[in-house]
Nanobody, 114 residues
Framework: QVQLVESGGGLVQAGGSLRLSCAAS????????MGWYRQAPGKQRELVAF???????NYADSVKGRFTISRDNNKNTVYLQMNSLKPEDTAVYYC????????WGQGTQVTVSS
């Protein structure tokens, strides 16, 4: 089993920045993908970004050019640097790790005020 612990959410004004972290522990052998989803009130959960163990990355169109995902395989940690935040980025952000099945973090709230 994989355990994921997130940190770094909070309240920020529009245009500001936040950095989310997600540390994996437990049975972490061969975690292929780590990344982030988000879910805003009344909306479906959507993929924000992910990084493969080989270093490739992928982003939702809505965050391209503003968010950067990075992964430290030695620390089994994935980061999401969020710049130029907008009110529509307000959501609960969930870290995930894919290792045959999906594993989820508990979620961290990001609130962007206008």
């Amino acid at each position: 089993q994989v355990q994921l612990v997130e940190s770094g959410g909070g309240l920020v004004q529009a245009g500001g920045s936040l950095r989310l972290s997600c540390a994996a522990s437990g049975s972490i052998f061969r975690i292929n993908f780590m990344g982030w989803y988000r879910q805003a009130p009344g909306k479906q959960r959507e993929l924000v970004a992910f990084a493969s163990s080989g270093g490739s990355t992928n982003y939702a169109d809505s965050v391209k050019g503003r968010f950067t995902i990075s992964r430290d395989n030695n620390k089994n940690t994935v980061y999401l640097q969020m710049n130029s935040l907008k009110p529509e980025d307000t959501a609960v952000y969930y870290c995930y790790a894919f290792q045959a099945t999906m594993h989820w973090g508990q979620g961290t709230q990001v609130t962007v005020s206008s």
